[in-house]
Structures are given as structure tokens and as C-alpha cells.
T-cell receptor, first 117, second 112 residues
Framework: DAGVIQSPRHEVTEMGQEVTLRCKPI?????LFWYRQTMMRGLELLIY????????DSGMPEDRFSAKMPNASFSTLKIQPSEPRDSAVYFC???????????????FGPGTRLTVT | EDQVTQSPEALRLQEGESSSLNCSYT??????LFWYRQDPGKGPEFLFT???AGEEKEKERLKATLTKKESFLHITAPKPEDSATYLC?????????????FGQGTTLQVKP
């Protein structure tokens, strides 16, 4: 298995621009998680989906952030408009859920390093 | 409030010098404690899951233990390739696949 795939790996954009981060979870995993990692705040959960349905988005910082999961193999995290304080590494993770071994273990992608100038 | 605190923040060891990393947690109804390893520029890599006090898990030079208030990651005779940030997380919420709350991590450097 290729693991969780994220794109792009690096994104540099100017304040006010729209940013879209993409994630392909591990095939067969029922849960998908979006995290943000910064030096100051560590690893924070933004939102997670179960079977493509958003379950908990209480970690989404504000209305500028939105996430979708149109099918079991693809999710996006969008920031519009972006601000310098959004600069961080964004990780996507997936979890088998009720099926498969290790159903409670989350597997992380390589992350997208976002820089907003 | 659910909380995870890791100590120390940073640890420097000589190759072969055994030590332990600590993860203290406050959570109502623990539904799993997880250890991850994170190398620079990469995503966290799953190491262990512990569910109940007294449980232990081992992998190569690493051994994780769990009590009712904390978990330890013991590193025996570490090698330079063990250098990484080690993250601890607890499962939060009533769902079996709910939120993970992560600690700030311990950055381990092993010198040859």
C-alpha cells in the first residue's frame, strides 16, 4: 500500500489567496483526519470524517477553513482567504475504523508545508 | 479538561545510554494511549497502542508501559537512528475512533 498521499508537499502563497490541500487516504480506511502542526501549538486536530461524513469540525479555527470528502478516496482542506498565521504543516491521517487490524491506529501522510507571506 | 504532558522536552543521550520518556495524561475514561515517532520533515509514524494499566508493548529497542496516570517509553541501548521526536496521544471521546489529543513531544538526540 502506498500509504496516505498528500499534495502538494510544499505550498507558498500570498496573503489573501485561496489554498487547497489534498489527501488520498489508505484504501479501505473508514476514517480521515486533518491535523495542523506548529511549533507553538503542536499537533492539533482540525476535522475528521467517517465514511465521507464530517463528524467533528470543532478544531477548525474559523470560517476561512473548510474541508470536504466527496468520496472514500479523496479529501480537500481549503483556506480562503489565507493569512500568514495559517503557516504550518498540515497532515492528513486515516484509520481503518471498524474494519481490519489496528482499527484504532491512525496512519499519517507526509504533510503539506504551507507558507503564507 | 483532557490533557497530555510529555517530559522532558528534549533529551540527549550517548549511544548505548538507556533512558525513559514520560507521558502524563488526564482524561476521563481512557480509550487508548498511542506512541508515535516523527522524523524531521515527515508525518508521525505509529509505534504502539496501550489500553489498560499494566500493559506493555515492545519493538526492537523500545518498550512502552502504561499506568493509570502515565506512560513511559523506555529506550534500551539507543542508536543514532533512534533520534527523532516521540509523540504521545490519548484517545478522546465516546467513539472508539474519536479524537486523539497529542502531547508536545520529546525530541531525542542520540550521539555516536
Amino acid at each position: 500500500d502506498a500509504g496516505v498521499i498528500q499534495s502538494p508537499r510544499h505550498e507558498v502563497t500570498e496573503m489573501g489567496q485561496e489554498v487547497t490541500l489534498r489527501c488520498k487516504p489508505i484504501s479501505g480506511h473508514d476514517y480521515l483526519f486533518w491535523y495542523r502542526q506548529t511549533m507553538m501549538r503542536g499537533l492539533e486536530l482540525l476535522i475528521y470524517f467517517n465514511n465521507n461524513v464530517p463528524i467533528d469540525d470543532s478544531g477548525m479555527p474559523e470560517d476561512r477553513f473548510s474541508a470536504k470528502m466527496p468520496n472514500a478516496s479523496f479529501s480537500t482542506l481549503k483556506i480562503q482567504p489565507s493569512e500568514p498565521r495559517d503557516s504550518a504543516v498540515y497532515f492528513c491521517a486515516s484509520n481503518p475504523g471498524t474494519s481490519g487490524r489496528g482499527r484504532n491506529e491512525q496512519y499519517f501522510g507526509p504533510g503539506t508545508r504551507l507558507t503564507v507571506t | 479538561e483532557d490533557q497530555v504532558t510529555q517530559s522532558p522536552e528534549a533529551l540527549r543521550l550517548q549511544e548505548g545510554e538507556s533512558s525513559s520518556l514520560n507521558c502524563s495524561y488526564t482524561v476521563s475514561g481512557l480509550r487508548g494511549l498511542f506512541w508515535y515517532r516523527q522524523d524531521p520533515g515527515k508525518g508521525p509514524e505509529f509505534l504502539f497502542t496501550l489500553y489498560s494499566a499494566g500493559e506493555e508493548k515492545e519493538k526492537e529497542r523500545l518498550k512502552a508501559t502504561l499506568t493509570k496516570k502515565e506512560s513511559f517509553l523506555h529506550i534500551t541501548a539507543p542508536k543514532p537512528e533512534d533520534s527523532a521526536t516521540y509523540l504521545c496521544a490519548v484517545r478522546h471521546g465516546s467513539s472508539n475512533t474519536g479524537k486523539l489529543i497529542f502531547g508536545q513531544g520529546t525530541t531525542l538526540q542520540v550521539k555516536p
